[in-house]
């Protein structure tokens, strides 16, 4: 990955970050990374832990960033989840995917914040 996609990255998670606490998320860790892979974003929204990824684009020239998440990705992501949820004893703690869009056009980020975005792969169990 390019520096340049590195450095849109880092800036679309921060102004994901400040989003997600103007809509009154906690943020309760950020760039969370197992030997699985890396979750974005972990917080809270009111009673439900939520697992964020956040997908950011410069442009629409190759789709809008939600078309980034893939199945393999939404896998990736299940996996990531469970070994939280498992490694902080929260099993039973209410949880989703939610995932923030960021499009840099004429220099103002557009978010849009879509919760519930994909369920817990099948394959995974807790």
């Known amino acids: 990955m390019s520096k340049e996609n590195l450095n849109l990255g880092k800036a679309g998670e921060e102004d994901a970050v400040r989003f997600l606490k103007n809509k009154g998320y906690k943020l309760l ?9 890396e979750i974005d974003i972990v917080a809270q ?3 439900t832990l939520c ?5 950011t684009r410069s442009s629409f020239i190759f ?18 989840a469970l070994f939280f949820l498992k490694e902080h004893n929260l099993i039973k703690k209410k949880a989703r995917f939610d995932v923030v869009t960021v499009a840099y056009s004429e220099d103002k980020p557009q978010l849009e914040l879509i919760k519930n975005a994909f369920e817990l792969d099948k394959k995974f169990t807790y």
């Open 45 to 47: 929204d009111k009673e």
């Open 51 to 55: 697992f964020i990824e956040v997908k």
């Open 63 to 80: 789709g809008h960033p939600s078309e980034a998440l893939t199945q393999a990705k939404q896998r990736k992501l299940s996996q990531v």
């Open 29 to 37: 860790r950020q760039n969370y990374k197992t030997k699985l892979g």
